[in-house]
């Protein structure tokens, strides 16, 4: 986590390498109670706009949240938190997760759809935003 602008709005962070395996026999149990961990996480922190940059570099297939599970996330998320977003940055983002978004565009909204914003490479991430408070793993740097 980190943060931007005069107003000190969050910048949230999130790494796949870091999500659990998909052969885990706990794995839906595990996913759902991280993801209302990250959205009570973001109810306490969100108070202004804010951006989630999502690193996807060093992501095995089977670490990748699922169609289902992504979609279920969406539906879940408070609209003042959807509409507080100002962007979801996509770092080294795979074909994979470009189909997944392309499938899934048609039953999200523009307005969301719009503020995706694919990066490809960490010196264009440090372009967009300030990085000195942004934490990058280093599986993810090399």
Same mark, same amino acid.
């Given at each position: 986590?980190?943060?931007?602008?005069?107003?000190?709005?969050?910048?949230?962070?999130?790494?796949?390498?870091?999500?659990?395996?998909?052969?885990?026999?706990?794995?839906?149990?595990?996913?759902?109670? +991280?993801?209302?961990?990250?959205?009570?996480? +973001?109810?306490?922190?969100?108070?202004?706009?804010?951006? =989630?940059?999502? +690193?996807?570099?060093?992501?095995?297939?089977?670490?990748?949240?699922?169609?289902?599970?992504?979609?279920?996330?969406?539906?879940? =998320?408070?609209?003042?938190?959807?509409?507080? +977003?100002?962007?979801?940055?996509?770092?080294?983002?795979?074909?994979?997760?470009?189909?997944?978004?392309?499938?899934?565009?048609?039953?999200?909204?523009?307005?969301?759809?719009?503020?995706?914003?694919?990066?490809?490479?960490?010196?264009?991430?440090?372009?967009?935003?300030?990085?000195?408070?942004?934490?990058?793993?280093?599986?993810?740097?090399?």
């Amino acid at each position: 986590t980190g943060y931007y602008g005069d107003g000190l709005n969050a910048i949230i962070v999130f790494a796949a390498c870091f999500l659990p395996d998909s052969s885990r026999t706990d794995y839906n149990y595990v996913m759902e109670n +991280l993801f209302l961990y990250v959205i009570s996480t +973001l109810e306490l922190m969100v108070a202004e706009d804010y951006m =989630i940059v999502y +690193l996807n570099g060093a992501t095995p297939r089977r670490r990748m949240p699922g169609l289902g599970w992504m979609k279920k996330c969406y539906q879940m =998320i408070d609209r003042r938190l959807r509409k507080n +977003l100002k962007s979801f940055i996509i770092v080294h983002p795979s074909w994979f997760i470009r189909t997944i978004l392309a499938l899934t565009r048609p039953f999200i909204s523009s307005k969301f759809s719009s503020k995706i914003q694919y990066v490809g490479t960490l010196a264009e991430l440090r372009e967009m935003i300030p990085m000195e408070y942004v934490h990058i793993p280093e599986s993810i740097v090399k």
